[in-house]
């Protein structure tokens, strides 16, 4: 199971890719990091569990899906792109880095298809 420290590693991890922003436009507990004003990652921490919402393409989420319980569609976002992790530790720090990149790597093919 991951640790408080192990979440503010996720925050630290999501705040240093190149580029990105931090807001919180809804609530002081959930955290949307962007891309140029793109939105690649929701970090939710008012919960027991935290949530991490991210990009994800189809394929692979439902490979994800299928594999881990902690792995859902997201609920406030479209749930063909987006799809939220509990983090309860099936999956990994690792892991959760590795779908960040993937998460923010999407964002900026939207980004750069803007141009």
Not at 55 to 80: F, G, H, N, T, W
Not at 98 to 109: C, E, F, N, V
Request: a negative charge.
């Amino acid at each position: 199971m991951l640790s408080d420290k192990d979440s503010k590693r996720i925050a630290t991890y999501l705040a240093a890719k190149d580029n990105a922003t931090v807001a919180y436009p809804y609530t002081k507990t959930l955290a949307v990091y962007s891309l140029n004003d793109t939105a690649f990652a929701y970090l939710e921490t008012g919960k027991q569990l935290l949530r991490l919402s991210l990009r994800i393409d189809q394929e692979l989420s439902k490979l994800l899906r299928e594999q881990y319980e902690e792995v859902l569609p997201a609920q406030q976002l479209d749930p063909r792109i987006w799809n939220t992790i509990i983090i309860s530790g099936q999956l990994s720090f690792a892991e959760l880095t590795a779908l960040i990149d993937h998460s923010y790597q999407l964002a900026a093919q939207i980004n750069h298809s803007d141009y």
